[in-house]
């Protein structure tokens, strides 16, 4: 007996819109060897990025440093950095309906220094913030809906999911929990879907499920705002 998946039928409900969503982790250059970086697998926001496709949006994957090959007909902007991942949501966001900002933007980099720094120089870092990505580009917004994601301990989630809502200025946001590492390179996921009017206990789950538990409840506001 063969099952065939992919003749399941899938709501086209996200047909017509224009879907960015950024996925990975940023690297920090500390000279021209090494780079600061973090866990994030990217497999959260490739998750989101097939599901958005598959639902008929017209998806851009902005992918920091993970592999896009299992992607199919996406465009894909292959980023390292924060200043590259900046750039290239600046040129995609102006014609996007909805931003999925994934990624995990490095806080701060490394000054960096050309060459390689030698040994006897390498006691500590020169560090400078970034600019809040997600901050900046929300300023900017027409009419996107805007989704952002937070990673938090067990006992911040809500507090935090609440506060990084307004101040970035989002429409949604996805608390997730990373206690005990448990997130990064996991194929599970426990959290909030946290709205201004709506919050969502998530109790672990694939992140295939998030990802399209997620869209729902973008759908789901999208058509209440057109109504
Ligand atoms: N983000 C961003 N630009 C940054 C850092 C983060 O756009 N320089 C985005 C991430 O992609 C994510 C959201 O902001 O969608 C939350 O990131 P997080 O690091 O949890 O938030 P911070 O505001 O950096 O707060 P914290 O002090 O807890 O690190």
New binding site residues.
Partial sequence: LQVFNSQVAVPQDLAGLKVLV?AGGTREAIDDVRFIGNRSSGKQGLAIAKAAKARGAEVTLIAANIDTSSTFDTKIVAVSN?EQLQAALKNEFASTDLLI???????ARPIATEGKVKKDQYKQLNLEE??????EISKSRAKQFIV?????EGANLLQ?GNR?LA??GLDLIYANNIEDGRIFGSDKTSGYLISKDSTIEIEKMNKETLASKLLDVVVERLNSHNV
């Fill in positions: 950024t924060t900002m994934a990624a995990a933007v490095s806080d970034t600019p809040d990505l997600l901050a952002g994601f937070a990673a938090e935090e990084k101040a970035k």
